[in-house]
């Protein structure tokens, strides 16, 4: 790519990417200044007019293992829920990128959209009227097999799984599908003319080429997931206590803003160490 070096290109440049750079900072910056701010506070400036600044919140981290112990378990919550989306995600894609053409392709393509159309508290809403006990799930098991069902899903970590798989199974398929849609079929030809099997091609040409996708996708995933509230909350009943849930309850239920925000932060901090220790295996097994 050429450098600009032009004054009237780099003032054209910084034209057009100011409205996005302006709104990145008020969208995202801005907002996790203040939050940044808030932790190191002892109460909300509103609430005591003695506030002050402290380390106490970050340090009740370390302080209660039930904290660290729900960190571990949204963690593997949400290495759970993408390892699912990708086992469901990824071969939906490669039907749709590969296989199915014309108006089929945009129906289901269509399809996989359409949760995004609905809001989100209706998805797991739903999912509670499907999974609850003599509900849809059982009465329609029950229609067709001949004996009594119960699944008892409803209020389990199952629960949660599904409804987080079902809340973002559409990022996994969204981005492996435009990796797979880039390949170009020129290749895919190349490889059969020269007597590759159909499971030689997958693994050796079509899954390396899109794992670009395929890794935004499980990266979109997971990390909502481990911060996310709603489904734990209302899929997993006692069983659905997690970080997320507790960093909502110190905002919402208990008013304590200052720690749910040093929560939030140390929620970050271990989800960017994460994705920063594997950044470069992910990048060795890409090449």
């Known amino acids: 790519m050429a450098e600009i070096t032009a004054p009237e290109d780099r003032r054209r440049l910084v034209t057009l990417l100011s409205p996005a750079y302006l ?103 739903s999912w509670a009227i499907v999974l609850r006990g003599n509900g849809v799930l059982e009465r329609g098991l029950e229609a067709v097999l001949p004996w009594d069902i119960r699944l008892n899903l409803m209020f389990t970590t199952h629960a949660v799984v599904i409804g987080l798989v079902h809340s973002y199974l559409p990022y996994v398929i969204l981005t492996s599908y435009l990796a797979l849609q880039a390949i170009d079929d020129d290749i895919v030809d190349a490889a059969r003319s020269m007597g590759a099997s159909t499971l030689t091609i997958l693994r050796r040409l079509l899954l390396p080429l899109s794992l670009p996708g395929l890794l935004a996708g499980a990266v979109l995933v997971f990390v909502p997931v481990v911060g996310s509230f709603m489904e734990p909350r209302i899929l997993g009943g006692r069983h659905g206590t997690y970080y997320g849930t507790v960093i909502e309850d110190q905002f919402v239920a208990v008013y304590n803003w200052p720690l749910g925000a040093a929560l939030s932060f140390v929620l970050l901090a271990v989800v960017l160490l994460i994705l920063g220790l594997s950044t470069p295996i992910l990048r060795r097994a890409r090449t």
């Open 23 to 125: 709104w990145l900072t008020l969208a995202v910056f801005l907002p996790l200044s203040a939050m940044l701010f808030f932790s190191f506070l002892t109460d909300l400036p509103q609430d005591a007019p003695d506030w002050g600044f402290t380390l106490e919140n970050y340090l009740s981290f370390g302080e209660s293992e039930v904290y660290a112990t729900l960190l571990w378990k949204s963690l593997k919550l949400g290495v759970t829920v993408t390892f699912f989306c990708i086992l469901i995600g990824y071969p939906c894609a490669l039907v749709l990128a590969r296989t199915i053409k014309g108006r089929a392709r945009e129906t289901l393509f269509l399809l996989v959209i359409l949760p995004f159309w609905s809001n989100s508290l209706v998805r797991i809403f």
